[in-house]
């Protein structure tokens, strides 16, 4: 069973940075896909960006532009590297790892970001 851990958040000023940080205690190279999903107080879980094994990448429309997804496999880490942060971006952000049928996801990390 495959563990994620998930670190990086925090509390930042509108227009900062932070990096979150996605480790799997084995490899991630056989997952077929891994992403970054957040949930807001009161939302539901919505998707943020994913990356398949091949390297490509998706993101929500409301990141474009801002949040960078990537994935080290000799690290067993994937990374969101999230810029010019703006309040609506506060949530409680997930990873998570598809391989197979299976899908297994990190305990989450605070990010919230204040005007």
């Known amino acids: 069973q495959v563990q994620l851990v998930e670190s990086g958040g925090g509390l930042v000023q509108a227009g900062g940075s932070l990096r979150l940080s996605c480790t799997a205690s084995?490899?991630?190279?056989?997952?077929?896909?891994m992403g970054w999903y957040r949930q807001a107080p009161g939302k539901q879980r919505e998707l943020v960006a994913t990356?398949?094994?091949?390297?490509?990448?998706l993101y929500a429309d409301s990141v474009k532009g801002r949040f960078t997804i990537s994935r080290d496999n000799a690290k067993n880490t994937m990374y969101l590297q999230m810029d010019s942060l703006n309040p609506e971006d506060t949530a409680v952000y997930y990873c998570?790892?598809?391989?197979?049928?299976?899908?297994?996801w990190g305990q989450g990390t605070q990010v919230t970001v204040s005007s």
């Open positions: 084995g490899s991630i190279a056989s997952f077929r896909a």
């Open positions: 990356i398949v094994s091949a390297g490509s990448t």
């Open positions: 998570g790892g598809f391989y197979g049928t299976n899908a297994y």
